[in-house]
């Protein structure tokens, strides 16, 4: 595999990190602490990203993983706990991995899996398990869910040792019930794990993942970013013409509410009479009772003095946001994100209507 693909480097990082940050809509993780562990993947070894298409349709793609609240307060976790979590599935299984992928879009998310890969010697395959942030294990889930007696098996660890809260965990069972318990693991490590889950062939992944959505993350960064060296403006305009998006709303953040419960944040917010609500990630944007767009459509927010994306977990009231949105059709996305069995669950949360809005 030497040789092939992009060589990931700190430039190339900085775009997946501005470009993963967008598309995680609101969640997806902190571009900061994806930074941190990236950057030593970057600097350890001859990283390359490389297309499904490279490798053999019999191979096994491993995905890495976050999960947890973003603004959970007690989160801990250091690179050796993500490379453990490949490690557990080692130790537990019988299969050899010929790359690693992500399961989303974030700050956070586009990265998972470069520390892992590195570390192997193996290489990130431009295939994450879904193109955007999304808040369950089940949606990134790559539609293993319906396969009838599908077994999975996940791995996950996090937590301070010095507070008691550390958890090293294996599960094998169905897609939802491990999901589950992952979930549950992540409130006990005091809010977020490291996870290497759902080994599937790269055949298997080319049917079901958000195939070139890493290289789609970093080309949006580098639009983004180009426009930033002007000004905010400027990147805001080279982003929605790059997504081909619009912006919904330019103003303060007001209204603004936030609470960690069962493992995610859930909230509210308004900008210029622009109402939002989100579950992690945004899940609808509405002004004067229109619907302006609805999850998987991307919804997200950007500082509108210093031009850095704001997820959900850095929204506070009185900063001066655009808010952006980009039709869901324009966007990487995975055949989970068009399920309305899985849409229920953000449904039930946020308690507005998310899927018959799917095919407008």
């Known amino acids: 595999?030497?040789?092939?693909?992009?060589?990931?480097?700190?430039?190339?990082?900085?775009?997946?990190?501005?470009?993963?940050?967008?598309?995680?809509?609101?969640?997806?993780?902190?571009?900061?602490?994806?930074?941190?562990?990236?950057?030593?993947?970057?600097?350890?070894?001859?990283?390359?990203?490389?297309?499904?298409?490279?490798?053999?349709?019999?191979?096994?793609?491993?995905?890495?993983?976050?999960?947890?609240?973003p603004n959970a307060e007690n989160q801990f976790m250091t690179p050796r706990d993500i490379a453990k979590t490949v490690e557990i599935l080692q130790k537990n299984c019988d299969f050899h991995i010929g790359g690693i992928i992500t399961n989303e879009q974030g700050g956070e998310a586009t990265v998972n899996g470069w520390l892992q890969a590195a570390i192997l010697g193996l290489p990130v395959v431009d295939a994450p398990c879904n193109g955007r942030a999304h808040p369950t294990g089940v949606m990134g889930s790559m539609n293993l869910h319906k396969i009838k007696d599908y077994t999975t098996v996940q791995a996950c660890v996090g937590g301070n040792p010095d507070t008691g809260n550390h958890v090293e965990c294996f599960f094998e069972g169905s897609i939802e019930h491990t999901s589950k318990m992952v979930r549950l693991a992540s409130i006990e490590a005091g809010g977020l794990v490291a996870v290497a889950r759902n080994p599937v062939t790269v055949s298997y992944a080319k049917e079901n993942c958000a195939l070139g959505g890493v290289s789609f993350a970093i080309e949006t960064g580098k639009a983004f970013l180009k426009g930033l060296e002007t000004s905010v403006d400027e990147a805001v305009k080279e982003l929605c013409a790059f997504l081909g998006g619009r912006v919904?709303?330019?103003?303060?953040?007001?209204?603004?509410?936030?609470?960690?419960?069962?493992?995610?944040?859930?909230?509210?917010?308004?900008?210029?009479?622009?109402?939002?609500?989100?579950?992690?990630?945004?899940?609808?944007?509405?002004?004067?009772?229109?619907?302006?767009?609805?999850?998987?459509?991307?919804?997200?927010?950007?500082?509108?003095?210093?031009?850095?994306?704001?997820?959900?977990?850095?929204m506070e009231e009185g900063l001066d946001v655009y808010v952006i949105a980009a039709d869901k059709k324009n966007l990487k996305l995975s055949p989970t994100m068009y399920a309305p069995e899985l849409l229920k669950a953000t449904e039930d949360v946020i308690k507005k209507d998310i899927i018959s809005y799917l095919d407008k």
């Open 1 to 69: 595999m030497k040789n092939k693909g992009i060589r990931l480097t700190k430039e190339i990082l900085d775009a997946a990190l501005a470009g993963g940050t967008i598309l995680g809509g609101g969640g997806g993780g902190d571009p900061k602490k994806g930074r941190k562990y990236a950057e030593i993947a970057v600097e350890y070894t001859d990283l390359r990203l490389i297309s499904a298409d490279d490798l053999d349709d019999s191979d096994t793609l491993l995905t890495a993983s976050l999960v947890g609240a």
């Open 248 to 314: 919904l709303a330019k103003g303060t953040v007001k209204d603004f509410s936030i609470e960690t419960t069962g493992g995610f944040d859930v909230g509210y917010a308004t900008v210029d009479g622009c109402e939002l609500t989100f579950w992690n990630e945004y899940a609808t944007a509405e002004k004067n009772g229109e619907r302006l767009a609805t999850f998987p459509d991307l919804i997200m927010t950007i500082n509108a003095r210093t031009g850095e994306p704001v997820t959900t977990a850095m």
